[in-house]
């Protein structure tokens, strides 16, 4: 283990040995006295054993070496961190702190709660991994090795991803469906209208003008008939939902088609219903900058006002109505 000599305070504040570690220390002798010493600490300091020496600090070893008063150096080294009296010392340490192994069964458990509760909302894998190691604390089970813990995250996020997929796909409708199967389909005829459509759907917009306004309203038109339901996307989160947008923006229609049904439909829903959401954007963007322009050639300031007609005399108030025919009186006065 690598790294900065450790200050003073860390040391004692981590790797000094309480009453009850120097009780299970006392039985041990030589080389495995300190060897048992720097694995009870190493354990309550991490969650989980040294792999072998070089996962133990120097200063840390010198540090406990004083207190169970062994010779730091070869004793360590001379210790099998996976024999037999590891082992025994691993199960005595477990027990010390209520923890026991991650059994296979407990690796189903953490992989199915972290599908649940973690990867539906944040699929990354450092948050996978971070809240895994959180729940084997909280669960009092010994975080799995390195590779085994890979293996559940990475279990964890495709279980969320398929859950929530499906989930996705059962909210559509058979023509929705059927439409969003299309954009991917190529034309027999070569001539790739079907694509075509997909890819009017993905390009950004062209220059202010009407022509552009006509073909993002074209845009916005083929993205509404594919009918997709208005809570669609309810339970999923921003994070997610933007990052579907974004990989099936990118992704051609071939690696899309190359995808499982139910992931390949949401993808390409996802990007309809962002699409949706830009295009109309997009548009009323074009409006203001097409009547900005329309104002700027003919000349009209903004702040201006349109000077009443000539033929057409500003209404009298009535105040003054009642002025001009010569009456004084309030209404209803005698």
């Known amino acids: 283990m690598s790294g900065e000599p450790l200050e003073l305070d860390e040391l004692v504040e981590h790797w000094t040995l309480l009453d009850g570690d120097r009780e299970l220390v006392a ?81 189903r458990g953490l992989q199915a709660w972290l599908a649940e509760h973690v990867a539906e909302a944040d699929p990354r894998a450092e948050v996978v991994r971070d809240e895994l190691l959180d729940r084997c604390r909280k669960w009092r089970v010994e975080p799995p090795s390195e590779g085994r813990a890979e293996r559940i995250v990475r279990a964890a996020i495709h279980g969320a991803q398929t859950a929530v997929c ?23 005829a070569g001539d790739g209208e079907t694509e075509s459509v997909l890819a009017l759907i993905k390009s950004a917009p062209g220059n ?49 088609r ?3 049904r139910a992931l390949r439909l949401t993808l390409l ?5 962002a699409r949706e959401r830009e295009l109309t954007d997009t548009l009323v963007d074009l409006l203001i900058a097409t009547f900005q322009a329309l104002r700027d050639q003919l000349g009209v300031r903004p ?32």
């Open 258 to 260: 190359e995808h499982p």
């Open 166 to 188: 499906e989930r996705i796909v059962a909210r559509l409708s058979a023509e929705s469906i059927t439409t969003i199967e299309q954009l991917l389909l190529v034309a027999d």
């Open 27 to 107: 039985g041990k002798r030589g080389a495995s006295r300190l060897a048992f010493a720097l694995m009870l600490k190493f354990y309550a300091r991490h969650g989980r054993f040294p792999d072998d020496h070089a996962d133990l600090p120097g200063d840390v070893v010198e540090f406990v070496a004083r207190q169970v008063q062994v010779a730091p150096g070869a004793a360590v080294r001379g210790y099998e961190f996976s024999g037999r009296t590891s082992e025994y010392h691993r199960a005595q340490i477990r027990r010390h702190f209520g923890f026991c192994e991650c059994t296979v069964e407990d690796a």
């Open 269 to 273: 829903a996802a990007l309809l219903w």
């Open 303 to 334: 702040n201006s006002r349109p000077r009443p007609s000539a033929c057409r005399p500003a209404p009298a108030s009535p105040r003054r109505c009642l002025r001009a025919s010569g009456s004084s009186r309030r209404p209803g006065s005698r």
């Open 208 to 256: 202010v003008s009407l022509e552009t306004m006509f073909v993002e309203i074209e845009k916005l038109e083929a993205v509404r008939a594919v009918g997709l339901p208005a809570g669609l996307f309810s339970d999923v989160t921003p994070r997610v939902l933007a990052d579907w947008r974004q990989r099936a923006s990118v992704e051609s229609p071939s690696h899309l």
